[in-house]
């Protein structure tokens, strides 16, 4: 493992969205606050949205539930969850990934978001990915300022680095 400190790593930004990020969203579970996830349901192959129907799951309890996408009155559509943390935006459960650092909140819904997280922060020199130009930002363009200052950098790594040894 690298010292937090170092920053001779590039990092290309590939200009996935949050939303790439949700196909498993860790969470606390709400009945026994271990460790479940929320992943899409099978039954929902005939939508044309990848969000309309989502399960939690908690391996260690048992515990499920369901989520669909509350249809929008006198209209065929359905308001679809709006992508934000550090709550999922399903069942607006605390994710497990998630911690406090320079007095806000660090989140990340995996470990591949994680992941990318520390890519981004620790790397000295960030680009844009060539031929990823989209009409929307980037998860990490719209990272707040506070992950992005250099000056943060060591303490937001320690943060993300103390995440990954929550996961199982
Ligand atoms: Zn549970």
Same mark, same amino acid.
């Given at each position: 493992m690298q010292p937090a400190g170092d920053v001779d790593e590039r990092f290309v930004d590939r200009s996935e969205r949050l939303c790439c990020f949700a196909g498993e969203i860790l969470v606390r579970c709400p009945r026994c606050d271990g460790q479940a996830s929320i992943v899409s349901d099978p039954a929902d192959k005939g939508h044309r949205h990848l969000w309309v129907r989502r399960r939690l799951v908690c391996r260690r309890c048992g515990r499920t539930a369901a989520w669909e996408a509350p249809r929008i009155p006198g209209s065929a559509g359905r308001n679809l969850p709006r992508f934000s943390g550090p709550r999922d935006p399903y069942f607006g459960l605390s994710l497990w990934l998630s911690i406090d650092c320079r007095g806000r909140?660090?989140?990340?819904?995996?470990?591949?978001?994680?992941?990318?997280?520390?890519?981004?922060?620790?790397a000295g020199l960030r680009e844009r990915g060539r031929g990823? $130009?989209? #009409?929307?930002? *980037?998860?990490?363009?719209?990272?707040?300022?506070?992950?992005?200052?250099?000056?943060?950098?060591?303490?937001?790594?320690?943060?993300? $680095?103390? #995440?990954?040894? *929550?996961?199982?």
């Open positions: 909140v660090l989140w990340a819904y995996n470990a591949e978001h994680l992941e990318l997280l520390e890519s981004y922060v620790s990823a $130009r989209s #009409m929307s930002m *980037s998860m990490v363009e719209r990272l707040p300022k506070w992950i992005k200052d250099a000056r943060n950098r060591t303490e937001v790594v320690r943060a993300i $680095r103390r #995440m990954k040894t *929550s996961l199982s």
